[in-house]
């Protein structure tokens, strides 16, 4: 008989479909869910507190980096034409902060219990959901100015049109947009001489603002050191890596050795999804994904590798908030051989 696993972090039945779905192969029926007792619960609840920190979001920018402006002339020339009533800029670098220590910021986590008998194995699977606020700042060293002010009165109201004007004028201000994210993340521990463990890793990190359905879309990332190329996949199949799937730690993860270089070469996205910036960022540096932007590794340990997503309009529109996906990707990079 199956027990749905209750505690402090009381597990759905919603929620073990869920998991199931997101984190697993789908190929073997799940082992049983088990009852843990108080000091399961509590042990587990203490490993998670324990690697909180590999699992929380931690991508943040100290400063404003450079951001080469590749809108074309003509989206922006096209969108003001379209709509002259909002602003646009024209900006040189960018910023993103994700207050983590804020009162907005909320960390929780799930799990399932489950014993398999035919494998001698006590697992627990934890999905992470944090959400985060924050602030998206750029620079602006053109905008198209305010002209003037128009007023349509109806019978039921008062019309306000802000005209602004069809050239750019040079400045230099900051632009503050708000972020409001959620991060989906999970990893499986093991009962190990009595004692829970980190065993497996999600493939990866997957942020969204301001929410899954509304953020850019990415089905793939393409990477290669030159000598070898591997395809990183949001759902994964037996012979690639991906972001919803489970991976041994640390060895089972995407690896590469200290003396390789990688670059992200493309993404897997819809046809007519282009109007996007593509951006990698590794180490605390920003760039755009392109082939001559290789990343090179200076340490060994598993570390956080970005790509992001961002529509033109949020970079060049006034008003708005950040509207963007990421994956963040744990990269083994080993000091020797793999």
């Not at 627990?124 to 620079?139: D, K, M």
Request: glycine residues 8%; proline residues 5%.
């Amino acid at each position: 008989m199956r027990k749905i696993v209750k505690g402090p972090l009381a597990v759905a039945a919603g929620f073990i479909l869920t998991a199931l779905i997101l984190f697993s192969c789908g190929r073997m029926p799940p082992p049983e869910i088990w009852q843990p007792n108080a000091a399961d619960t509590a042990a587990i609840a203490a490993a998670v507190d324990a690697n909180k920190e590999l699992l929380r979001f931690h991508f943040n920018e100290a400063g404003f980096q450079y951001l080469e402006w590749v809108v074309p002339d003509s989206v922006v020339r096209k969108a003001i034409s379209d709509n002259p009533f909002k602003q646009r800029y024209i900006c040189d670098s960018m910023q993103q902060l994700f207050f983590t220590d804020s009162g907005g910021y909320k960390w929780s986590y799930k799990f399932i219990a489950t014993a398999d008998s035919a494998l001698q194995e006590t697992t627990a699977t934890v999905s992470v959901v944090e959400t985060i606020p924050g602030v998206f700042r750029l620079h602006a060293i053109k905008y198209t100015r305010f002209v003037k002010e128009s007023i349509i009165v109806t019978p039921s109201e008062t019309i306000r049109l802000m005209f602004h004007d069809t050239v750019f004028t040079d400045t230099s201000m900051v632009v503050e947009k708000p972020i409001l994210g959620v991060v989906y993340n999970g990893c499986v521990f093991r009962k190990e001489s009595g004692e829970w463990r980190l065993w497996k890793m999600a493939g990866g990190q997957r942020f969204y603002a301001p929410n899954p359905e509304d953020a850019p879309y990415f089905a793939a990332a393409y990477l290669t050191t030159g000598a070898k190329s591997d395809t990183y996949y949001l759902r994964p199949d037996t012979l690639h890596f991906g972001v919803q799937r489970f991976y041994d730690y640390p060895d089972g993860l995407l690896s590469y050795n200290l003396s390789d270089s990688v670059a992200v070469t493309g993404l897997l996205i819809y046809s007519t999804d282009l109007d996007k910036f593509n951006l990698v960022s590794f180490g605390g540096r920003r760039f755009r994904l392109l082939t001559a932007n290789r990343i090179g590794f200076t340490q060994d340990g598993v570390q956080p590798l970005y790509i992001e997503r961002i529509p033109f309009a949020v970079i060049y529109e006034a008003g708005g908030e950040l509207n963007a996906t990421i994956w963040g990707i744990p990269i083994n990079v080993k000091g020797g051989g793999q």
